[in-house]
């Protein structure tokens, strides 16, 4: 599947140029000769003789982006004096920063914001520690915490390396839920020390985003850290992705007309996310889905099952299939694919049932190309941000943890979370809704306010219980 030029591979060529010749005439057409796409062109200085042009660009990937330099530099006159890369440039000291919301403009301000006043407070918090979450950064506080073992696609790249994505993920909570979120980064892949480094840290915390840590260590330390605090903990990779799938989903089956007990489900991946998938979808109503993995369906005959295989096959699957994925695809009426990209082609989909729904979601390359199952099925959903309906766990997670803090919540349920996915659907409307439409834009104005209240009120209900 061809990649078109994006914005996260974007690039700025400071060239020189003679003022008066043709060379800004053939700049964009070198561009486009090799694929890539001018998206902006600015006069950074200018004399009689010479000019300094700044060119920005959209690349498909780094050699593209080389091609494009080469590119530029090949039209005569032209002269290439520096190539920034724009996003690398986003990230120089990081992306995120802590700022004082009082001020400290004078002695008076200084013993109320710390010494002696802040003993006060202090002395407070010791009588009664329910007070921190009303008095410390606690109330509006979410620790975002990985080990570097699955970051993105890129796998097993260590806590360093994951600090980016980490970043990008307060930066996301800020923007779209007003909620502080801080980046911790763990020196170890060691369950027993990551349960215990964050039941550590979490009195400083309202609550636990767990992040790109692999499967099945991710299940243990979630379920520990669980049953050890009073603060919720949230799986993202897990339990975001499972959220906006399920409301996605919610919307497909009402452009198709089918209800999601009644339909027959395939998926592909039986890791953190499609386990995820599988029991939320389930909670919410889901009676005949079959799991397929590397090895094929997942069912009890099958041999060395570990526990949560073992899980999958004792709840799912009730007709035994013991084939592969293809075959098990063929008479559904939904794919759900979070694994490997292309596992499937358009004659696999065209096997489905009339008004077959596709959720493609490996990135950045789907399990089906997307184009090609537009042609077979009724609705096609993946990951990616260049076709319509993305599932994008960014939907979810900031509203999900604003209705938790908010609730000064202990703890998660699926009831909040199939709260959260009904809240994320019902954002699209009636009129909105179609194949291309059926989940809102991450950019949606009430987005993380409907999710926030709805898993606000589920929390509400249950502390009053």
């Not at 709260?419 to 009636?430: C, F, I, M, N, R």
Request: hydrophobic share 45%; aromatic share 4%; net charge negative.
């Amino acid at each position: 599947m061809a990649t078109l030029p994006s914005v996260s591979y974007s690039i700025t060529v400071r060239l020189e140029l003679d003022a008066g010749g043709s060379a800004v005439g053939s700049l964009t057409n070198a561009v486009e000769q090799v694929g890539g796409m001018i998206t902006a062109l600015d006069v950074a200085a200018a004399g009689h003789e010479r000019i300094r042009i700044d060119v920005t660009c959209a690349a498909r990937d780094t050699e593209h982006a080389q091609a494009i330099v080469d590119a530029l530099g090949g039209v005569e006159g032209v002269v290439v004096h520096k190539v920034s890369d724009r996003t690398f440039l986003m990230h120089l000291g990081g992306k995120i920063e802590m700022k004082s919301k009082v001020p400290l403009r004078n002695r008076d301000e200084l013993s109320m914001a710390y010494t002696p006043g802040v003993a006060r407070v202090s002395q407070a918090i010791a009588a009664n520690k329910d007070d921190a979450r009303r008095l410390t950064i606690k109330r509006n506080s979410v620790a975002v915490v990985t080990d570097g073992s699955a970051v993105l696609g890129l796998g097993n790249i260590g806590p360093e390396a994951a600090m980016p994505v980490m970043e990008g993920k307060a930066a996301l909570f800020k923007r779209f839920a007003d909620i502080d979120a801080w980046p911790i980064a763990l020196d170890t892949q060691d369950v027993d020390e990551i349960v215990r480094t964050v039941q550590l840290i979490a009195p400083g915390f309202g609550g636990i985003n767990l992040e790109d840590i692999s499967a099945p260590r991710c299940f243990e330390v979630e379920a520990r850290l669980r049953e050890l605090l009073d603060i919720p903990v949230f799986h993202d990779d897990q339990h975001g992705t499972a959220i906006v799938v399920l409301a996605a989903l919610r919307n497909a089956l009402r452009v198709v007309n089918k209800k999601l007990s009644e339909v027959r489900i395939a998926m592909s991946g039986a890791g953190a996310a499609g386990t995820a998938i599988l029991k939320l979808l389930m909670h919410a109503g889901a009676r005949d889905v079959i799991v397929s993995d590397v090895h094929g369906a997942v069912h009890v005959g099958r041999e060395n099952l570990d526990s949560n295989l073992r899980w999958i096959a004792e709840n799912t699957n009730p007709e035994g299939y013991s084939g592969d994925l293809k075959g098990s695809v063929a008479g559904a009426d939904v794919f759900i694919g979070v694994s490997a990209p292309n596992v499937l082609a358009g004659e696999d989909i065209a096997e489905m049932n009339e008004g077959s729904i596709i959720f493609a979601l490996a990135n950045p390359d789907p399990e089906v190309d997307p184009e090609v199952a537009h042609l077979h099925a009724g609705v096609v959903a993946t990951g990616r941000s260049d076709y319509p309906n993305q599932i994008n766990n960014v939907l979810v997670f900031p509203g999900f943890f604003r209705g938790l803090l908010d609730a000064q919540s202990h703890h998660v349920t699926s009831d909040m979370m199939v709260a959260a996915a009904e809240a994320l659907a019902d954002v699209v409307t009636e009129d909105e809704l179609g194949p291309n439409y059926i989940i809102p834009s991450v950019f949606h104005s009430d987005l993380s306010h409907h999710v926030a209240t709805a898993v606000r009120e589920v929390a509400q209900r249950g502390q009053a219980e």
